[in-house]
């Protein structure tokens, strides 16, 4: 059984910092794709960051870029966001998301994905 656990979330004003742990049990996810997304109230769930294995370079939302570092660590089969310069536009859920299968055009389709964690609030609030 695959789970997934996000923690880390919280509220921050913007321009500080806040990294997102997500922690994966089932299995080893060295060989995983696994990826961050969020979802802000009334809109739909949006690709943030994603690797498609331990190791590989990571790509992100051009909204994102610069700001936001997806890293693994395989020993802990974990997986981190740091965010650095959050604006109130990130404010979110954020979800952890894992598949072993998925193709390389579907990593930002969070439809694609087969594993989700809970998700974690991000608030970015003066």
């Known amino acids: 059984q695959v789970q997934l656990v996000e923690s880390g979330g919280g509220l921050v004003p913007p321009g500080g910092s806040l990294r997102l742990s997500c922690e994966a049990s089932g299995r080893t996810f060295s060989n995983y794709a696994m990826g961050w997304f969020r979802q802000a109230p009334g809109k739909e769930r949006e690709f943030v960051a994603v690797?498609?294995?331990?190791?590989?370079?990571?790509r992100y939302a051009e909204s994102v870029k610069g700001r936001f570092t997806l890293f693994r660590d395989n020993a802990k089969n974990t997986m981190y966001l740091q965010m650095n310069s959050l604006e109130p536009e990130d404010t979110a859920v954020y979800y952890c998301a894992a598949d072993s299968t998925i193709i390389q055009s579907s990593l930002s389709n969070p439809g694609a994905w087969d594993y989700w964690g809970q998700g974690t609030q991000v608030t970015v609030s003066s």
């Open positions: 690797t498609r294995r331990a190791g590989a370079p990571a």
